[in-house]
């Protein structure tokens, strides 16, 4: 197994620029090419879950850090048109929350080539917008749902939203998203008996469930690597009850491993970015809602491409300027070396 296998963070600094092909791609010194942008379209949320804020939020961006509709799409437009990126995924925070929403997606939807487009949200705000988030383009959407009880729900969220939830999550299927994923996080000692029930859910209805492992992303850097329910183990947990089998086709930069269940067809999938880092196939770019690149969701440091477009430079120096932050991409995020130190940013201001 190499050192990007492990995540390892090999080769960091600032890398010389003169060895870099000329290519108009995405590409790092490692041969990986990003084509999947995650787009964070502000960094505030309807919800205040436990592993992810504290109770009383945080400090949100100010308004005028945060990038225009107009900056948002030409940065989304430059990034298709000249860098080769093929899919957009809108994240936050809470995208729902973005005032015009419809409207971005629409302008991306008409760039040429088009890029396939997903959105990832909690769910709360989805039953009344579905619809009109299809007609503008939206092509599927991943919910977050980490318990299925009223009343643990509400303690994980701290907000009494779970019907707004399942009521969004069938909105999407209804409005013609597919496939209409979940994405559950289990906690030791909180929730991680939810593994099966979420599954069964997942089937009844028609959804694909993703596990994430739950990852060092929080403000708090309260972090334990023992309070993670391991891939492992949720696999374990599934088995006892579900016959599943490898899906045979290519994983490619998929981050999840998926399975048939009980032959198929329904998957289901697991993202172990911790104990099964999946950095050598890494093809994804970060933008963030105040305009900063970020080449892993791990990183310590940015690409201030907001001061770039506000001082009036061309859409190629813009994309010169990410295609260099692309080069000095790190071989892995490093979680399992000793001197890891999670990012300054909590993952509601990076963007999933």
Not at 12 to 36: C, H, Q
Not at 64 to 76: G, K, Q
Not at 178 to 195: C, I, Q, W, Y
């Amino acid at each position: 197994m190499t050192a990007v296998e492990l995540g390892i963070p090999v080769l960091r600094g600032t890398p010389d620029t003169s060895t870099r092909p000329d290519s108009p791609l995405l590409v790092d010194r490692f041969g990986r090419v990003a084509t999947d942008l995650r787009v964070s379209l502000t960094d505030r949320c309807n919800l205040r879950c436990t592993y992810c804020m504290p109770a009383e939020g945080l400090d949100w961006l100010p308004k005028p850090e945060l990038l225009s509709d107009a900056e948002l799409t030409r940065l989304i437009g430059i990034a298709v048109t000249r860098l080769g990126v093929t899919n957009i995924r809108f994240t936050g925070g809470e995208p729902l929350l973005r005032p015009n929403l419809e409207d971005v997606i629409a302008a991306t939807a008409a760039l040429e080539p088009r890029p396939r487009i997903s959105m990832t949200t909690n769910g709360v705000s989805l039953a009344r917008r579905a619809e009109g988030l299809v007609r503008a383009g939206l092509d599927r959407v991943n919910v977050s749902l980490d318990s299925l009880d009223r009343v643990r729900f509400r303690e994980l969220t701290r907000r009494d939203r779970l019907e707004h939830v399942f009521e969004g999550l069938a909105a999407a299927r209804a409005a013609g998203l597919d496939p209409v994923k979940v994405n559950s996080v289990l906690m030791r000692g909180v929730n991680d008996d939810e593994a099966v029930p979420l599954l069964r859910f997942a089937l009844e209805h028609g959804y694909q469930l993703r596990f994430i492992e739950q990852m060092p992303l929080d403000p708090q850097h309260g972090w334990n690597r023992d309070e993670m329910v391991t891939a492992e183990e949720i696999l374990a947990t599934l088995r006892a009850e579900f016959e599943l089998t490898p899906v045979p086709d290519e994983r490619g930069g998929a981050p999840a491993e998926r399975w048939l269940v009980d032959g198929g067809p329904a998957v289901v999938g697991v993202i172990a970015s911790v104990t099964r880092p999946f950095c050598a196939a890494c093809d994804r770019t970060r933008l963030t809602a105040d305009g900063q690149v970020r080449n892993c969701l791990f990183s310590r440091s940015e690409t201030d491409l907001r001061a770039l477009l506000r001082a009036g430079a061309s859409d190629e120096e813009i994309a010169e300027r990410w295609r260099g932050d692309s080069w000095a991409k790190a071989a892995g995020h490093g979680i399992n070396e000793a001197g890891f130190f999670q990012p300054d940013r909590p993952m509601s201001a990076i963007g999933g």
